[in-house]
């Protein structure tokens, strides 16, 4: 037999005996307090009363209550009844009878009066409620959204910014796609308890949606949906949300399987502000991701509209200044296309726009927004190698800053090694950017070991130069055809120099022999082994479209060039072991029988 649930106290039970041809059921209303927790209180009691039993009517007995704040009280939980929909199924379409001594001019000035004039809903005497329990029918689907839904308005809590709200709505939005209703997170189970985001979701819904729900049929959070968590065994993420404790730092950390996850919950206008230790952490805490919110600041950004001036954005360009490589993806409740763009130019590696309860999203746009997330975070994660190449890269470029290496061409070099970065950053749309990338890294090690400070050639030989000897390394230069024959220090062995005495035959003094000369003889190798695999390499991209440049290859030649660009790691040879250089008189009569021919 149906139910007839009577919220109200002990005066209540008097009266409602009158309806002993229904099964009653008596419930004291002292229980649905505003306390500090709210109408989220007064959501969750509703929710368990009413459950999936069969309710026929819902009598609120208003006279019956003497607790302050009763009409009030008497709204909210038919409010409450309502939108408990999704809990309660067709339970939330039952009639709801106001009980009192008088049939109007209760409730006219209260907030959420509204529902008074929308179907189902009556004020009647304790006598007129028997006669039109039998007459008021439950709404169906279409009286739901015409006759209710579509007349109310539930406004959000006026504590709270639309920053707040759009965090703990779009944590929830993200988090049903991976784990259905089932969250720890305290904040979000207190937003899904207010009226407000109950009353949000509800309006989203479609009438066969509706339908379903008012038959008894389950709707899942989001249908039959199932995105997989990502497995981040390994990763180190960090989290940048001035609201992170509203869900993000939860959904975030349990949606990535096996990361250690770290929050930065602090609210500023820019980077600088950020605490020592939080700064620390962005610099020196290695992190895979760091996902950043677009307002850092709270309500002081609602009304801003400039992409530049939005905090996030700010610290993203300190992020991205400190090292570009840093994989960053904003989190932003806006869905603005010029923002996005700017974010995009400013260097996020990504974004994720977060649901808000302001704007209706489809579940299409939810599937594909969380996907795209997805996809975000494990592109990221194939591109962590960018963070230590860029790190490398900046000491190499701080070593030719200290050393003041290239002298005018500085400028220019440095540049090459910036531009090999970008095509580097960017070579996942175009593959073939990884060998652009490579021979620019190159160019910089050939300029380098043309330097006249490194090498110097004359009519007695080719030399290097260590700023007080000169090591002679070639000598005795003969025209043979259309090329030069020497007799050389170091010879090709196996694939690569060493110290031994040999011939050096070629148009020209090529980078192999120059950079394997130096290593031989500046760093004392035994020899060039180390450098060949990377020149070979370089021989090997001739045609940048089919060449298979690897992150491992780029380890090699960065590391390369931290090594030879740092004087710490100078050890130079006896200057006996290169060959003897000719004394200044015969230098002075090689000249003058140069002359006389």
Known sequence: MEKILVFGNNQSIDWSQKLSNYNVQFEEFESFTLNENGVENINKIVIDKLGNQAVKAVILDFDGIIVPQKEERCLITALAIRLSLFETMRNACVPIFFASKIDQG????????????????????????????????????????????????????????????????????????????????????????????????????????????????????????????????????????????????????????????????ERVKDYNPLSDSNKDKIENGDYDLIFLDLRMNGTEEEDNVRPEEFSGMKILKAIKNHNKGTQVIMLTASNKAWNMKALLDAGADGYYIKESPEYAFSLTYSQSNAEGLCKSIER????????????????????????????????????????????????????????????????????????????????????????????????????????FRYNSIIDMQNGHYSLQRGQYIGRFIDTNFLVSALLIFKFKKDNSAEWTKIYKKRNDIAHPKEANVTIDDFKKIIHFMLYIFNPKNDNWRELNEAFEDISMESSIEALKEKYRK
């Open 106 to 265: 209760l409730f006219r000035n209260f907030q959420y009066s509204t529902i008074l004039f929308t179907e189902g809903i009556s004020v009647n005497t304790y006598e007129n409620i028997i006669d039109a329990i039998d007459i008021v029918e439950p709404l169906d689907a279409k009286q739901y959204k015409t006759r209710f839904l579509d007349i109310i308005k539930v406004l959000p809590n006026s504590t709270e910014g639309n920053h707040s709200l759009a965090n703990q709505w779009g944590a929830d939005a993200l988090g049903r796609f991976f784990f259905g209703n089932e969250t720890s997170n305290q904040m979000i189970e207190k937003a899904r308890l207010s009226m407000y985001f109950r009353y949000v979701r509800a309006s989203a819904l479609k009438i066969q949606d509706i339908e379903k729900l008012v038959n008894g049929e389950i709707i899942a959070p989001y249908t039959d949906i199932k995105v997989p968590p990502i497995n981040a065994k390994g990763k180190k993420v960090l989290l940048i949300d001035d609201e992170a404790d509203k869900g993000w730092s939860d959904v975030l950390s349990k949606l990535l399987v096996g990361a250690t996850f770290d929050t930065i919950n």
């Open 380 to 483: 990221c994660f194939k591109r962590g190698y960018l963070r230590n190449i860029y790190s490398n890269l900046k000491n190499v470029k701080k070593l030719i800053k200290e050393n003041n290496f290239f002298g005018d061409k500085k400028d220019e070099i440095l540049n090459s090694i910036d531009i090999a970065y970008d095509l580097l950053n960017q070579s996942g749309e175009r593959p073939e950017y990884k060998a652009y990338s490579y021979l620019q890294l190159f160019l910089v090690i050939e300029e380098f070991v043309k330097l006249p400070s490194i090498i110097d050639e004359s009519d007695s030989g080719v030399y290097l130069y260590n700023g007080e000897n000169r090591y002679r390394i070639l000598k005795d230069k003969t025209p043979q055809n259309k090329t």
